[in-house]
């Protein structure tokens, strides 16, 4: 074993292409495998903000006048220079988040997605043009807004960025990112990428901080739009502070997503879909299928295998010191959100769940300090129970049991998200009927966790989502662009320099 991880990682800000080592307070990052400090990062302000979205705004006019194919070039060079360092980022996510390097290699391979989608950019600016009367044309321009922001959480601590900077400054858009101060090595790492393909300064900045930054983004005249990815008690606030100082934003919230499994499921293949969706990044997602929900007979045939198989889940630490033991589940965040998780599950007992399958004692020998939580499938879970309403976000299954696809619909419809929601059943039929009916945004078919990709957007409903326009896709595009349309007829000149009339010169 090394001692790398007690290594402390450079944490900057990076304001106009420069890179800020912070001058005041900091707060500590940690290795969730070991609970090791690995890093400090800056908390900054609203001064830190405002140098941020100055430098932006001077970034924006020359950024704003740069072709669309010229930028699209500068994202092809930042894809292959993300593809280059490959490993690197995916070691620094595994190490400051805790997903094991399969999971973080996912989370990278969803992230390059939307890097290539923004490289098709030229395409995806094009307007329309018509004749909308004799002589005259009409054409829809899609132009940049002007400075843009992110704010991120820490659950995907590059993946998420990745869903916003590219596409909103392959738009012409210059743009602060304000990572969440619990990962935010990821970042720096992707703005020295972006700097190393050719981006101009100023036109990427980082900011670093908490609660602090946040709010001066959201009250800074000179930000036009604000993404935001995190909890829906945040979210809200965002959407609300955010658009009442006139800016626009697109806010996703947290989740509690349901897995219907009906009678006819193909029992091996949901298993496995299930484990992945509960335990898979140790719960941490909000497309995590937190609560199945057993139709009929489907609980007997399911959970005795279910329940072997959670206990098979081998955690351990996945910050890179043990690479020949790769575990197939890691820590969770924090000892306090490891702590909160716990306390749900040992609450659900006492409100009359049952724990078949109990990970609250985990531990891993080389790594006692570490965040752990072990698989845990809590059955008989009932509506009223904290566990049932509440976002565990931990590697914890709930199962419901129901007696019909009608109750089981209804009972997800009554949750104030509205985030994934999957099936798992032979009949078309069945999932016809919860496609349909269904209230959420993304829906799985025998698809356990159907988080769309960069091509579709990210349609969470309800309180997983505040805003029109969501995050990805065209509408990620129509986010991060105003349009305007133009109307054109051309009249006949009446002298010999007519022609010229409107040049300055
Ligand atoms: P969080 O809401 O605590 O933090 C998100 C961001 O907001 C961070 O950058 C943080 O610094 C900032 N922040 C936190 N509290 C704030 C406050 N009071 N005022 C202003 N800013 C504040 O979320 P998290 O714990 O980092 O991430 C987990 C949550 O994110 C879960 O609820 C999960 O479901 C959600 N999430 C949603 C999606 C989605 O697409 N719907 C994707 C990933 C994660």
Partial sequence: MTTNST??????????????????????????????????????????????VEAASRAFPAWRETPA??????????????????????ACVSREHGKTLVEARGSLFRGLENIEYACGIPSLLMGD????????????IHQPLGVCAGITPFNFPIMVPLWMFPVAIACGNTFVLKPSEKVPLGAVMLGQLLKDAGLPDGVF??????????DAILTHPKVRAISFVGSSPVARHIYETGTRHGKRVQANGGAKNYIVVMPDANVPKTIEALSTAAFGCAGERCMAGSTAITIGAAAARLLPDLVQAAKAIRIGRTDGENLTT???????????HRDRVVELVSQSASEGAKIVCDGRGARVQDAPKGFYVGATIVDEVAHEMTIAREEVFGPVLNVMRMDDLDSAIELANRSQYGNGAAIFTQSG????????????????????????????PFTGWDDSFYGDLHIQGREGVQFFTQQKVVSTRWLGGTGPDAADVWRKE
């Fill in 7 to 52: 290594l402390l990682s450079p944490c900057p800000n990076l304001i106009d292409g420069a890179w800020v080592d912070p001058k005041g307070a900091t707060s500590d990052v940690f290795n969730p495998s070991t609970g090791e400090v690995i890093a400090h990062a800056p908390v900054s302000g609203s001064a830190e903000i405002n140098d941020a």
């Fill in 69 to 90: 194919v010229e930028r699209a070039r500068i994202f092809f060079r930042f894809r292959q220079l993300v593809e280059a360092s490959f490993d690197r980022l995916c």
């Fill in 129 to 140: 043009t018509l004749e909308i009367a004799r002589g005259v044309d009409c054409e829809s």
């Fill in 205 to 214: 900045n980082i900011v670093h901080g908490g609660r602090a930054s946040v």
């Fill in 326 to 336: 790769q575990p197939d589940m890691g820590p969770v965040i924090t000892a306090a």
């Fill in 429 to 456: 039929g069945a999932a016809r009927e919860f496609k349909q009916r269904i209230k959420a945004g993304m829906v799985g078919i025998n698809v356990g966790v159907p988080a769309t990709m960069a091509m579709f």
